[in-house]
């Protein structure tokens, strides 16, 4: 038996990801790590962030787990208030879910109400058969010293 960890892909991509991840959008450790897709749509203002489904982020089930559900809509809500917005962190998130995920995934952020100091946004989680899996709902603050909007 090989004791190469190198050969198992999700290792090598864990590798790949923390050598070269950055502290900004899009290039962090867990965006590159569960090798995230980020694109954003100017016209309906929302960003979606899909979700591709391994094997190594499954829970004992196999379907994907929920932890890993909650940080890709995290990230969509997030990336979709930097980019429309301004960096915001994270106050509260409820998340809700309606089935198992066993195939890639599809979240889609919205904003639902940008206050001077608080964003509240949504995002919802579609599988490879546009069925909803999971719901988010979050407040996000703001840390620009003078947000526009």
Do not use: K
């Not at 959008?25 to 569960?34: E, H, Q």
């Not at 639902?112 to 996000?140: K, Q, Y």
């Amino acid at each position: 038996m090989s004791t190469d960890m190198t050969a198992d892909p999700a290792v090598a991509r864990a590798a790949e990801a923390a050598a070269e991840a950055r502290p900004e959008f899009g290039a962090f450790f867990l965006a590159r790590f569960l090798d995230l897709g980020i694109s954003y749509d100017d016209e309906a203002r929302t960003c979606t962030v899909v979700l591709p489904y391994a094997a190594h982020l499954c829970n004992p089930q196999g379907s994907m787990h929920g932890g890993v559900i909650a940080t890709a809509m995290d990230v969509s809500m997030g990336h979709l208030c930097h980019h429309f917005l301004s960096t915001a962190v994270t106050i509260e998130m409820n998340l809700r879910f309606f089935r198992p995920l066993t195939g890639p995934g599809r979240c889609t952020a919205a904003i639902l109400n940008a206050g001077r100091r608080l964003v509240h946004m949504e995002s919802r989680l579609t599988d490879d058969e546009d069925r909803l899996v999971a719901f988010a709902a979050g407040s996000w603050h703001r840390l620009d010293p003078n947000p526009s909007t």
